[in-house]
């Protein structure tokens, strides 16, 4: 939508509609069929999606007037933090804590807003998904320091400010699975993903982290592997944390294929 058009539908809101209706795509349980219902809400100014479908919870009857059961989602820090009630939201993956209403009623022109779950994880109920996987995918990846022990190991090794500030900028990933579902690679275990080498990236970085650096590349060499990146760059696109996932993916295949050619060298 260009600004002009923004600017008429802001001034429409100053005569906001009356009633928000929220089409959800729900599921009984896993396996089963899909379906979907509308819920119709008063309209109020500055509500986030959580806080409209807090509003269906307490009534949940739809629109036509059928008494239903309240919709499941996750939900945790309702701060863009912890990634957990991620969802899609007028065909668009982002958190639903910081979507705003008024924002989506503005891009959409209309009084409607639908909301799905994730589909590139097993959709365990309604909105709520199983992101199991990509927790499996950091372990796969070693995403973690190792530590010899509990006791104090002195002063941490020296980083200078701008290697910091780039660990930095991976670092705040929250496993939100953004990146995943924006990616047509990503889909029946066939690649591993943005996230999980953007965090192979993060700890890669780390001066104690680079001695376990060959663990972590391993671990993007398999059949799901970095090599199927399609460079679509959907990932970066949608990432609510801004993170530069393709420089991750670029730096850290060219760091395995170095490490193929010249890694027996080190033996």
């Keep these: ?10 001034k429409r ?19 089963a069929e899909t379906r979907w219902e509308t819920f119709e809400i008063p309209y109020r100014r500055n509500l986030n999606v959580i806080s409209a479908l807090m509003e269906i919870r307490k009534n949940p ?6 008494q239903t059961t309240p919709p499941v989602w996750d939900m945790s820090c309702l701060e863009q933090v912890c990634g957990i009630c991620t969802m899609v ?16 009623l503005i891009v959409s022109g209309s009084n409607a807003i639908s909301l799905q779950p994730m589909s590139k994880f097993p959709n365990v109920r ?13 372990k796969q990846v070693h995403a973690w320091i190792e530590l010899d022990g509990t006791h104090d190991l002195g002063p941490a090794p020296a980083m200078s400010n701008e290697q910091a500030q780039e660990r930095y900028a991976y670092s705040r990933c929250m496993t939100c699975g953004c990146c995943l579902e924006a990616c047509p690679q990503y889909h029946d275990d066939n690649y591993i993903g943005p996230q999980a080498i ?4 993060l700890f890669n970085m780390h001066p104690t982290g680079k001695f376990t650096i060959e663990e972590r590349l391993d671990g993007l060499m398999g059949d799901d592997g970095i090599t199927n990146c399609g460079n679509a760059q959907n990932c970066v696109q949608v990432c609510p ?5 393709t420089r991750a993916i670029y730096e850290t295949n060219r760091d395995i294929t170095v ?7 080190k033996k």
């Design 13 to 31: 809101l100053e005569n906001p509609p009356q009633t928000i209706e929220f089409k959800i795509q729900r599921r009984d349980r896993l396996e």
């Design 61 to 66: 009857v739809t629109k036509d007037g059928t």
């Design 1 to 10: 939508m260009n600004q002009a058009n923004v600017h008429q539908e802001k």
């Design 198 to 201: 953007a965090q192979a990236k």
């Design 126 to 138: 309604d909105l709520k998904v199983d992101r199991s996987k990509m927790f499996d995918h950091l």
């Design 259 to 265: 490490n193929a050619l010249f890694g027996w060298l």
């Design 89 to 104: 939201i007028d065909g668009k993956v982002r958190q639903s804590c910081s979507a705003l209403v008024d924002d989506l």
């Design 241 to 245: 944390m801004s993170i530069p996932l």
